[in-house]
């Protein structure tokens, strides 16, 4: 009776859950621009980032970002939280299959039934499993892969924003070391020109004023050189901490390999927003929340139907007494258990409430990073479109300063022109020289942040941690 009582429950059950099959929140739309207004370089060409670093030539920089990436906290936070994620997905996965348990137990002493000292033997398997009719456990099983690839690509966006440390801070230390050369090659000029008016002034040729002049001029520079190469000592610890490399080894290296050169145009971009958010991590994660938040709102609503389980077991037994032993085989099928929810107080409807809510937040969350991923880029477009425009002039600038100072250098010389205008002229030029290669950094720069804005070359098909 208890069997065909049973059959009439799953049959309920199976009508309730064609009736009554929980609506997903319908997908978040992402208002996006028909092209950047930004000019763009090379009209927009598409071209691989995942190349960029390989095409500057310089291994040295290849080398400090694999250090970097095989030290960095960040990249193992990333990995760690990868595989969190896949555990969880394994754990959710498994929710949809029957679960098999075995026991086993023995025991030997007197058994009143059969009159006597008997050993006992069993061994069983007990099975369950619940019929996922509403789609609970497939919404939390697709959560937990949304959430999983959402931390996968979390892991390449901090491989990205490694590199990019790494290279902002090795491209700031290269033109340190290029400003430093250009200080140093500045006070060598004001050294020399405090020695001769020293010279002139002990023989009486120039006033006891302009030699102190000369000489002050000269200090400055120095004093100028002192703190140059203490920012650059600054750039190399900068370095040392973010790749783990001994700083002696590090100093060696940066001595050995040449520094590049500047090139046209470091790499391109699609011309269409929707090109770059198809290869921003960080926009391809808050996408699959949203995905996770809607599977979570199936699965609330999921949990104010009713929920049909069955379990099963199978068993053998051994009992031996006065040297004859005896086994037997169990096994049941059942019960069909029909749970229906009736009354909670409100708690079933309060969680579908507050998994609403959280996926409007994650859905608020995704529109407002895609705006913020296209205004990254248009900001480094436009940053390089602005150097670009000033490289030309800020050549022309230094190549007329330097024309301007030797000729005012060569008047001093001959007594046709006065220290103060020298000084003046040198000044001139050490402002311009100082002034394009502030320039180069920029652009560098500028490279590095439209190389991170457009995701680092990254895609769904990337390389899994």
């Not at 009486?204 to 000592?233: H, I, K, M, N, Y």
Request: include cysteine; hydrophobic fraction near 45%; glycine fraction near 6%.
């Amino acid at each position: 009776m208890k069997t065909n009582r049973s059959i009439p429950i799953a049959a309920l059950a199976l009508l309730l859950a064609a009736c009554a099959t929980p609506a997903r929140p319908p997908a978040v739309a992402l208002p996006s621009p028909t092209q950047w207004q930004a000019p763009l370089p090379h009209q927009g060409s598409v071209e691989g980032l995942n190349r960029w670093w390989q095409q500057l030539d310089d291994p040295l920089l290849a080398e400090l970002i694999d250090a970097a990436q095989a030290v960095s906290p960040t990249l193992a936070s990333a990995r760690s939280r990868v595989l969190q994620a896949r555990a969880t997905r394994t754990t959710a996965n498994a929710a949809l299959l029957p679960s098999v348990d075995a026991s086993a137990n023995a025991s030997r002493g007197f058994n009143e039934s059969a009159g006597g000292l008997a050993g006992t033997a069993q061994g069983a398997l007990q099975a369950s499993w619940e019929a996922d009719l509403f789609g609970a456990n497939r919404a939390t099983r697709d959560a937990a892969q949304a959430r999983a690839d959402g931390a996968e690509a979390g892991w390449h966006d901090a491989r990205v924003s490694v590199t990019a440390e790494v290279a902002n801070a090795y491209f700031s230390l290269r033109s340190c070391n290029r400003q430093l050369a250009v200080t140093q090659s500045d006070a060598g000029s004001r050294a020399e020109t405090s020695r001769l008016t020293g010279l002139a002034a002990d023989a009486g040729f120039q006033a006891p004023a302009t030699a102190a002049l000369a000489r002050a001029s000269s200090a400055e520079a120095s004093a100028r050189v002192t703190q140059q190469r203490a920012l650059c000592d600054v750039d190399v610890k900068a370095l040392v901490a973010l790749t783990g490399l001994d700083e002696p080894v590090l100093r060696r290296r940066l001595v050995e390999v040449s520094e590049p050169a500047m090139p046209p145009a470091l790499f391109t971009i699609t011309s269409l927003p929707a090109g770059l958010l198809a290869q921003r991590p960080d926009v391809f994660t808050a996408e699959r929340e949203v995905a996770a938040a809607s599977a979570e709102v199936d699965n609330a609503q999921a949990q104010r139907y009713p929920k049909l389980s069955l379990t099963g077991s199978i068993g053998t037994a051994y009992l031996r007494m006065n040297g004859v032993g005896t086994s037997f085989n169990t096994w049941s099928i059942g019960p069909v258990a029909l749970s229906l929810p009736i009354f909670d107080g409100g708690r079933r409807a309060a969680g579908e409430a507050a998994a609403e809510a959280r996926y409007d937040e994650a859905a608020a969350l995704y529109r407002a990073k895609a705006r913020q991923a296209v205004r990254e880029v248009e900001e480094a477009l436009v940053n390089l479109d602005s150097a670009a425009r000033r490289f030309a002039d800020a050549n022309a600038a230094v190549e007329g300063y330097r024309v301007s100072f030797n000729a005012t250098q060569a008047r001093y010389q001959g007594g046709l022109a006065s220290l103060v205008e020298l000084e003046d002229a040198r000044r001139q030029q050490l402002a311009s020289q100082t002034a394009l290669l502030s320039l180069e950094r920029e652009r560098w720069l500028a490279w590095v942040a439209l190389y991170r804005a457009a995701g680092g070359g990254w895609s769904v098909a990337s390389a899994q941690p």
